[in-house]
């Protein structure tokens, strides 16, 4: 697999990552053992970078990936989690004791002495513009509790704040082809200070895999179900904050530029791939299948310009009212 520097933490990571969130909660039930089935068939597959949040089912996707961690050892993982959604959305309680306290947490549920990457999960608003948290998380990297810290967003704004200060070594953003705007200012602001991107939601929630239809239906602790207006968290985080209907409309018009060979997902992760200044996309996955059939988009040669092209113009007609101005 193609591997490339992750910001200014210096590693390098495979393209194709994971995202753990599918197997912590808010996806339907995943057990223990296809978990670890899953994490097993990334790692066969060449992926070595791994995201988490310390919320994803309570701690529960990080014991899990924590487990994974001393079955194989010496593998060259890169675990990235992150932390501030296990309280209130509070900015007074993005403090270094609570940092110390939220770090320590995660780094026993890893088993680690040093967490390779931490993100503020997406935390308020006046969070990413105060010098305090920024000298705070740089406590935590001179106390060798964390490697490197990023920031996780939800607005290009957001991440243009982040990218300003120098300790910051990551960004990851929404970024797929239902979310175009990262696009314009994000991505070039983040490849000249040399902050990595990491691309998450990739498929928006399923919906870029293709599979999906009008008579889909999700369970009942499926965020797809019952976030689907925002109930519980941003929208955004919800099929990319696009409505059903008209995604489904897209990816119907995106499927006639899927390459021979490739299945409508890895189409989707490879044109993220193609995006300059991006270091790893995180697709989730339920089961070994779609964690292999992700990591071999890696091997899907570079979109035609033309590709890109065509799904600019669907992303203009059907998707650029509902998304873009908003994130």
Known sequence: MEHRVLG??????????????QLGADWGEVS???????????????????????????????????????????????????????????????????FRAWTERSRANLGVETLDLVQLHCPPEPVYSSPAVYEALDTLVAEKRVAAYGVSVETCEQALTAIAHPGVATVQIILNAFRLKPLERVLPAAAAAGVGIIARVPLASGLLSGKYDAATSFAANDHRNYNRHGEAFDVGETFSGVDYDTGLEAVRRLRPLVPGGASTAQFALRWILDQPGVSVVIPGARNPQQAAANAAAADLAALPEQTHCGVRAVYDELIRAQVHERW
């Open 32 to 98: 223990e053992d296809d978990a670890l089935e899953t994490l097993g068939a990334a790692l066969a597959a060449g992926v070595d970078f791994i995201d988490t949040a310390d919320v994803y089912g309570d701690g529960r996707s990080e014991q899990i990936i924590g487990r994974l961690l001393r079955e194989h050892p010496g593998a060259g993982l890169t675990v990235a989690t992150k932390m501030g959604r296990r309280v209130a959305l509070d900015p007074g309680l993005y403090t270094l004791e609570n």
């Open 8 to 21: 200014r933490t210096g590693r390098m990571v495979g393209v194709i990552g994971l995202g753990a969130w």
